[in-house]
Nanobody
C-alpha cells in the first residue's frame, strides 16, 4: 500500500501562486507515476499533471501547460505542484495519486491505485 498526504492548498488571488506538496509513504518503490488531479464543484475529476517517478518525464493537461510545474524529491518521497498565474477556473480540490500498474500514459485517472485526501485550492477574481 501507499499512503499519500497533500498539503499547501489555500485561498489566493488570480495571478498568484501556490505550491502543493504530496508526501508518500509505504510501497513507494513500486510507484511508476505520481500525478495530480483536480475536481471542481459539479465536475468530474480531471488530470492535471504527472511525473514518472524513476525516469522524470512529465505530462500536463493543456489547461495548465506553461503555468504549473510538477516535480519530485525522491529522497523525501514527495511530489510537488508549483502553480503560477492562477485563474479562478483553477479552483478545485486537488488530489495526489500514485500509479503502480503497468505503465501507460500517466494521464488516465482509472490507472491510479492510491489517492490522497485532497487539498482545497480557491482562486478569487
Amino acid at each position: 500500500q501507499v499512503q499519500l498526504v497533500e498539503s499547501g492548498g489555500g485561498l489566493v488571488q488570480a495571478g498568484g501562486s501556490l505550491r502543493l506538496s504530496c508526501a508518500a509513504s509505504g510501497r513507494t518503490s513500486s510507484t511508476y507515476y505520481m500525478g495530480w488531479f483536480r475536481q471542481a464543484p459539479g465536475k468530474e475529476r480531471e488530470f492535471v499533471a504527472t511525473v514518472a517517478w524513476r525516469f522524470l518525464f512529465t505530462r500536463y493537461a493543456d489547461s495548465v501547460k506553461g503555468r504549473f510545474t510538477i516535480s519530485r524529491d525522491s529522497a523525501k518521497n514527495t511530489v510537488f505542484l508549483q502553480m503560477n498565474s492562477l485563474k479562478p477556473e483553477d479552483t478545485a480540490v486537488y488530489y495526489c495519486a500514485a500509479d503502480l500498474s503497468v505503465p501507460g500514459s500517466g494521464t488516465d485517472i482509472s490507472s491510479y491505485d492510491y489517492w490522497g485526501q485532497g487539498t482545497q485550492v480557491t482562486v478569487s477574481s
